[in-house]
């Protein structure tokens, strides 16, 4: 049995998308980020970077969500071009591009817009910047095409799915104007069965929201000296 340890981060909503689209049944370990939970030592057996999702197969363990759509996509043989497909390098090069550009720029942009103490201007254009140009790439590379491989549906559109259906929050309201392919993906991934139980996984357990000193500390580790 497939166990997903998860938050309902982007991160992990990729893998739980993923994991509703290939229709095969998981357990769902919530680990709640904000009390703390992803720094106790048996979470931190499965995953030494503290962060969510995590997938365990048996013996087998896989951390980073993109590495966790790659493993999945290959074991159950789906949603994934095939090694030898042309395909394949171009469906390789998207995933590490949203993995290594969309994810961190839109996080830190996220840092920098809502947490960061004032004062930080030069760090808050320059990561806006960046993750709306990562945007606007994928936004060209869309246009004429159904989905990110053109018109098979791919773990490429679920990975990007899991950070752009927060893209009002990441940029701002006036993102569905500007990024009019990427919504049109993030739009139709949620009209998809799939889609529909990947987002209403956020009612099965209640997870802690509030932004407190608890949470700070959790999930802010500079703010403090580490203890480990
Ligand atoms: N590269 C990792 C990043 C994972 C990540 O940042 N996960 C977030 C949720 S989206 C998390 O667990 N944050 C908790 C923390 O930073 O303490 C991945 O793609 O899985």
Redesign the pocket.
Known sequence: MLSLYY?L????MKAILLLEELGVEYITVPVD?MKGE?HEPTFLALNP?????VLVDGDMIV????AILLYLADKFDRFAPKNDSKDRGVYLSWLMFI?TGV?PFS?QSVHFKYYAPQGNDYSKKRYEFEARRHYSILNTHLNGKTWMLGEEYSVLDMALWGWARNLEFIIGAESRADFVEVFRVVDAIDARPAGQRAAAIKDRYTFKFEMDDEAKR??FRHLEPAKD
């Open positions: 938050s981060g982007p991160n992990p980020v992803q970077n503290a962060k969510l999702p951390f980073d969500s993109n993995a994810g996080g959790s999930v």
